[in-house]
């Protein structure tokens, strides 16, 4: 897994390269608290090249999502492909989630 930040100060863009599963949730939480210790109340999460992700990896949006919502901030997922995107239907997290077609849609959303 591989994890890339960007911007600054409220605003970051995290993305993923890899998977989000139980071998990688813990560094991708570590990583997600740290962008949030730093300052961040607007996040995207950019999926573009995240392959898989189980429940381990929902966890961790979950925490993310509700750390957000404890400093009225947003959080946006965007560039979900369609086996990520099922497993968010699915499990109904595309239901109370944001998810945007590109990350320019995503940041014009914040």
């Not at 993310?64 to 919502?69: G, M, W, Y």
């Not at 699915?90 to 109370?96: A, I, Q």
Request: net charge negative.
């Amino acid at each position: 897994m591989k994890i890339t930040l960007s911007g600054e100060g409220e605003l970051r863009v995290v993305r993923f390269d890899g998977s989000i599963d139980t071998a990688t949730a813990s560094d991708v939480e570590a990583a997600l608290m740290q962008v949030l210790s730093d300052g961040a109340t607007k996040v995207v999460l950019n999926f573009e090249k995240l392959v898989y992700i189980n429940s381990a990896g929902l966890r961790v949006i979950m925490v993310v999502a509700k750390e957000l919502k404890h400093v009225d901030g947003a959080l946006r997922l965007c560039s979900v492909n369609a086996m990520v995107q099922e497993v968010l239907d699915f499990t109904k997290f595309s239901n109370f989630l944001h998810i945007a077609p590109s990350e320019s849609d995503a940041l014009s959303g914040l």
